[in-house]
């Protein structure tokens, strides 16, 4: 069965960086432990530090909402969001 992804590409404001960085480590790691969330990885673009990317990895699309509704990525969003310049999510069918 093949499962369902996403990929998120987040520009932040200067000087957010930091702090936003610290929140999404523990934002990812709390994912990790949904039952329906494969992977969840953080990379930082080598070339701009205010540019990240997550790989996410779920069963399918409906355990992406209940990821959504949970407590910790609540939290997260509304610490973070004034941080943001731009999100951008791509959906993804994982094939392998």
């Known amino acids: 069965m093949s499962h369902f992804a996403i990929i998120v590409t987040i520009k932040l404001k200067p000087g957010a960086t930091e702090e936003f960085q ?37 069963t399918n699309a409906a355990a992406l909402e ?15 969001d004034d941080m943001v310049l731009d ?3 791509q959906r993804c069918s994982v094939i392998s």
């Open 87 to 89: 999100r951008k999510i």
């Open 66 to 80: 209940a990821h959504r509704n949970t407590p910790h990525y609540k939290t997260f969003r509304e610490a973070t």
């Open 22 to 58: 610290r929140l999404i480590v523990v934002n990812a790691a709390a994912s990790r432990q949904e039952p329906e969330c494969h992977r969840f990885d953080v990379l930082v673009f080598e070339e701009d530090e205010n540019t990240l990317f997550f790989y996410e990895e779920y």
